[in-house]
């Protein structure tokens, strides 16, 4: 079984945060950011928390389809860039 995982600490939330779960709170601030995916469920789990916190929680719209670890590395640096953009999780972004 294939798995890849990443983090990246210190991301500022744009203005208006990052929505959490089905009906989260919303994070604003310096975030840190989790990308797991594995190769038999083919998805990639998205998880954020307040830098230096220790409960993660679920980005809105995670768990994402993603059928390769190229392809969710892609999809953890597009959340990146959509959590510094003040967005939600990117599902609309074409995956390689």
Known sequence: M???SWTTRGIFAGRDGVVTGEEGPVLTGELD???TWTEVEGLAH????YSGASDWLPLAG???PCPSEEASRSLHEAVINSVRAGATLPLSTGLP
């Open 2 to 4: 294939s798995w890849a």
């Open 62 to 64: 995670s768990p994402v």
């Open 33 to 35: 950011i989790h990308t």
């Open 46 to 49: 998205i998880t954020v928390q």
